[in-house]
């Protein structure tokens, strides 16, 4: 799957950015810290480089040859330095390995006056050697870089890095604190979205004011939307029996009293359309979630075959693998089925007065794809988009019988409830193509 922004969980969107600005402002406080610690650093050592120089020639000047050696001996001792006498054929090289030691040689050479060498090696042997000297008599000082050393990289390295770490840790709290009660609503939201209202209950005593305002209005509007569908269900159920009491009533007298077959026979039979379509409005206003579970695809199909009839013009041509399962609820899927066939026997006859459909199903990694063509006029493309929706009706060509206009959009509504989704399509040499994508058992 290609990477994209809109992929990204809202969590770890604010934890880059958050990663982002601090480090940021991380690497803008070194940089504008080594700018203004450089130059107070290298004049402060360059000074105490050429200090040392000139007591240390003061020194070499005012006592004799002898008292020289054990003036020499005691500065090595005692502070590490070193005072050699400097040979015309000595070898050294300059101490300008980066900027911090140019500045260094500019400012000693400046302090000490021309003629003054700053070396970073000489005959070989490292260190920060400084050539200076008395009358006519040349020595060169030897001492140890770290006194005028700049802070190493590595110690920057190392206290950039837990600078780093403890803000990316920072910013994943920040992060988790700001979307974690985001997650909790998009959680509560699917509850809600699923038709389980009693379930929602977000917390409404947290300390921040607004998603404790958020909480309760949440929690509010729950609470109403779960009582305005048990009112609706309550509602649908005394309509549904009200209804069904006058006609079953009335149905009785029809077979009873009309003698005529044929008027009694269309009686009857607009009868059990009222009551079919009365089925049809219960079934999609149905309002409990569904029980996913293991389905086996083939045995559900063959069921809402059998369902239509032996004597139905319908003929289906299943090809499906025995072992083929999804995951589902089985009086939902096999509703689905049964009013696919039912759109099929419809709207899809041939000339002999026969709906053929044929039943195909692919296997995915996660889902599998099952396919239902039958072989009638199909839709036009303009219409195609609008088939799902409640009481929407096709053209001339798939109208041809009377119905409820509600079976693919109760299709439609089941199959999403199971985690599904349904795709209405024409096939190229004729028909409709009902396209279910189930979750694989």
Not at 164 to 175: D, K, T
Not at 253 to 280: C, F, P, W, Y
Not at 291 to 296: A, F, G, V
Request: hydrophobic residues 45%; proline residues 4%.
């Amino acid at each position: 799957m290609p990477f994209s922004w809109q992929s990204i969980s809202l969590f770890w969107r604010n934890w880059f950015a958050l990663a982002l600005i601090l480090l940021g402002c991380m690497l803008a406080w070194l940089q504008s810290y080594r700018a203004l610690e450089f130059e107070p650093r290298a004049l402060q050592s360059a000074r105490q480089v050429a200090s040392l120089v000139n007591l240390s020639r003061a020194a070499l000047r005012h006592v004799d040859s002898i008292a020289r050696v054990s003036l020499m001996k005691s500065l090595l001792d005692e502070e590490e330095v070193q005072i050699a006498v400097r040979e015309p054929g000595d070898s050294y090289q300059p101490y300008d390995q980066d900027a911090f030691g140019r500045r260094i040689s500019a400012e000693l050479t400046q302090l000490l006056g021309r003629g003054t060498l700053v070396a970073r090696q000489v005959n070989g042997r490292e260190g920060l050697w400084v050539g200076f000297r008395i009358g006519r008599e040349q020595f060169w000082l030897l001492t140890d870089p770290k006194r005028v050393g700049a802070v190493e990289r590595g110690t920057w390295l190392v206290w950039l890095g837990i600078a780093a770490l403890l803000s990316l840790l920072g910013a994943a709290l920040l992060a988790r604190l700001v979307n974690l009660p985001l997650k909790r609503l998009q959680t509560a939201a699917a509850q809600v979205r699923e038709g389980d209202f009693d379930a929602v209950r977000l917390d409404e005593t947290v300390a921040t004011h607004e998603i404790r305002e958020v909480n309760i209005g949440f929690n509010r509007m729950a609470r109403q939307l779960g009582q305005a569908e048990q009112d609706r269900v309550l509602m649908l159920a005394g309509i549904s029996h009200d209804l069904r009491t006058p006609l079953a009533r009335l149905r009785l007298e029809v077979e009873l009293s009309v003698a005529d077959e044929t008027a009694r026979g269309h009686m009857v039979e607009d009868i059990e359309q009222v009551d079919a379509t009365i089925n049809k409005f219960m079934d999609y206003a149905r309002p409990l979630p569904v029980q996913r579970e293991r389905i086996d695809l083939a045995g559900c199909v063959n069921d809402a075959v059998r369902a239509c009839g032996p004597r139905s013009p319908l003929q289906v041509s299943v090809r499906i693998a025995a072992d083929t399962q999804v995951l589902g609820d089985a009086v939902e899927l096999r509703r689905v089925f049964s009013n696919l066939l039912e759109n099929a026997l419809r709207y899809a006859r041939g000339p002999d007065g026969t709906a053929r459909v044929e039943v195909d199903a692919e296997l995915q990694a996660q889902q599998v794809r099952v396919t239902l063509r039958d072989h009638g006029p199909g839709v036009s493309a303009q219409q195609l988009p609008h088939l799902t929706q409640p009481f929407f009706r096709g053209d001339a060509a798939r109208t041809t019988a009377s119905g409820s206009g509600l079976g693919l959009a109760i299709v439609n509504k089941a199959v999403a409830r199971m985690g599904g989704q349904l795709v209405l399509r024409n096939h190229p040499q004729g028909g409709l193509i009902a396209e279910l994508t189930l979750l694989r058992g």
